[in-house]
């Protein structure tokens, strides 16, 4: 059975250690609230979008370079009737550089079409990466405007 998980990438003019270490800077591309630390393997940290909404995430796999993985221990979407429609998906990013230009190759996995917030959660990741993380591996700024669905 193919799996439909929601994918997006992007190149930018940076090494790849270097763009780990953005990606791990989650306010400096996603705009949400942040606590905890996500640089290490290991690490553990909690995003909030407001409300009584959050996310807690743990970095399960760093290879410098290559490959960052969150996993989404625990989460609260208020605004879906499944609040915890995230909880054991994951955040994948893969890197591989080529002469100064890194490509990202981004998947959530878990997050499919026929979940929920797919069709919300869709133009959202399109915008965190494809406009905000470029932004902010590209200028050192993130652009927080959401789209308009």
Not at 41 to 50: N, V
Request: proline share 4%.
């Amino acid at each position: 059975m193919e799996k439909n998980d929601f994918n997006s990438s992007i190149s930018a003019k940076i090494s790849a250690d270097e763009a780990i270490k953005k990606i791990s800077n989650v306010p400096g591309w996603w705009g949400v609230t942040f606590s905890g630390n996500s640089e290490k393997q290991d690490d553990q940290f909690i995003i909030k979008m407001g409300g009584d909404s959050f996310f807690n995430f743990t970095v399960t796999e760093l290879i410098p370079g290559k490959r960052l993985v969150w996993l989404v221990t625990d989460c609260n979407m208020p605004w879906y009737s499944d609040k915890k429609e995230w909880a054991n998906t994951k955040l994948i990013f893969e890197l591989n550089e080529n002469n100064g230009v890194t490509d990202l190759n981004f998947t959530h996995e878990g997050l499919t079409p026929n979940v929920e917030c797919y069709k919300d959660c869709e133009p959202g990741w399109t915008h965190w990466i494809k406009t905000s993380l470029f932004s902010y591996l590209t200028t050192g700024k993130g652009d927080f405007k959401q789209p308009r669905n």
